[in-house]
C-alpha cells in the first residue's frame, strides 16, 4: 500500500531564510514522488516531480526537493523563502509501475514571516 | 491554454438533497480524476476515468455518489441524497494520460446544512 506522510503540520519561517518542508513516503514499488502548492480558494497546483535520474529536482518558483531512497524521503526546499510562498504544500506519491493514483500527505501550512 | 473549469464554486444546500458538480478538462487530456478534500486533510481519490471509462472507483461511495463521463471529455459528479459529512471540497483533475502531472481545477465547496 501507498502512504505519505507529513510529520509537520506548520512550518514558520522568517523571509530570506532558507525553508524545508518533510516528507517521507511508503510504497511497494519504485516511487514517483510530487509537490504540490495550495493557495487559498485555488486549486492545487504543480510543483516538482521525481521519476528517476538525479535526486535533485528543481522545480517552479525556485523549489527543488531531495529524492533520498535510503530515507524514503522527499524533502521540499527552497533557498530564500518569500512571503508570497505562505500556502498549504502536499506530497503525494504513485507507485511507478502500477496503478496512475496519486496518494496525498496530510499537507503542511507554510507561513512565511516578514 | 485554459485549465481545468469547475463549477459551481460554493454550493449550499440542505441535507437529503441532491446536487451535482461539473468539471471540464484541459482539452487533449484524456485522464480525468474527482477527489474529496476534508478540511485540513489532502485530497483523496473517489473516481479516475481514462476517456469515457471509469477504471478505477473503488473509493466511491456507490449507495449515493455517481459520476458519468460520458463523450470522454467532461464530467459530472452526483450527490444523492446528500449528507452532513459530504460538506467538503470536491476537486477536479485532468492529465494527458495517467503517468503525468495532474492540473487541478479551483475545486466546488459543498456545505451541507
Known amino acids: 500500500a501507498q502512504s505519505v506522510a507529513q510529520p509537520e503540520d506548520q512550518v514558520n519561517v522568517a523571509e530570506g531564510n532558507p525553508l524545508t518542508v518533510k516528507c517521507t513516503y511508503s510504497?511497494?514499488?519504485?516511487?514517483?514522488l510530487f509537490w504540490y502548492v495550495q493557495y487559498p480558494n485555488r486549486g492545487l497546483q504543480f510543483l516538482l516531480k521525481?521519476?528517476?535520474?538525479?535526486?535533485l529536482v528543481k522545480g517552479s518558483y525556485g523549489f527543488e526537493a531531495e529524492f533520498n531512497k535510503s530515507q524514503t524521503s522527499f524533502h521540499l526546499k527552497k533557498p530564500s523563502a518569500l512571503v508570497s510562498d505562505s500556502a498549504l504544500y502536499f506530497c503525494?506519491?504513485?507507485?511507478?509501475?502500477?496503478?496512475?493514483?496519486?496518494?496525498f500527505g496530510t499537507g503542511t501550512r507554510l507561513t512565511v514571516i516578514p | 491554454e485554459a485549465g481545468v473549469v469547475q463549477s459551481p464554486r460554493y454550493k449550499i444546500i440542505e441535507k437529503k438533497q441532491p446536487v451535482a458538480f461539473w468539471c471540464n478538462p484541459i482539452?487533449?487530456?484524456?485522464?480525468l480524476y474527482w477527489y474529496l478534500q476534508n478540511l485540513g486533510q489532502g485530497p483523496e481519490l473517489l473516481i479516475r476515468?481514462?476517456?469515457?471509462?471509469?477504471?478505477?472507483d473503488s473509493q466511491l461511495p456507490k449507495d449515493r455518489f455517481s459520476a458519468e463521463r460520458l463523450k470522454g471529455v467532461d464530467s459530472t459528479l452526483k450527490i444523492q441524497p446528500a449528507e452532513l459529512g459530504d460538506s467538503a471540497v470536491y476537486l477536479c483533475?485532468?492529465?494527458?494520460?495517467?503517468?503525468?502531472?495532474?492540473?487541478f481545477g479551483p475545486g466546488t465547496r459543498l456545505t451541507v446544512l
Open positions: 483533475a485532468s492529465s494527458l494520460d495517467g503517468g503525468n502531472e495532474q492540473f
Open positions: 510504497v511497494s514499488g519504485n516511487p514517483y
Open positions: 521525481y521519476i528517476t535520474g538525479d535526486n
Open positions: 503525494a506519491v504513485r507507485v511507478l509501475y502500477g496503478a496512475n493514483n496519486l496518494f
Open positions: 482539452s487533449g487530456h484524456n485522464t
Open positions: 476515468y481514462e476517456n469515457e471509462e471509469a477504471v478505477d
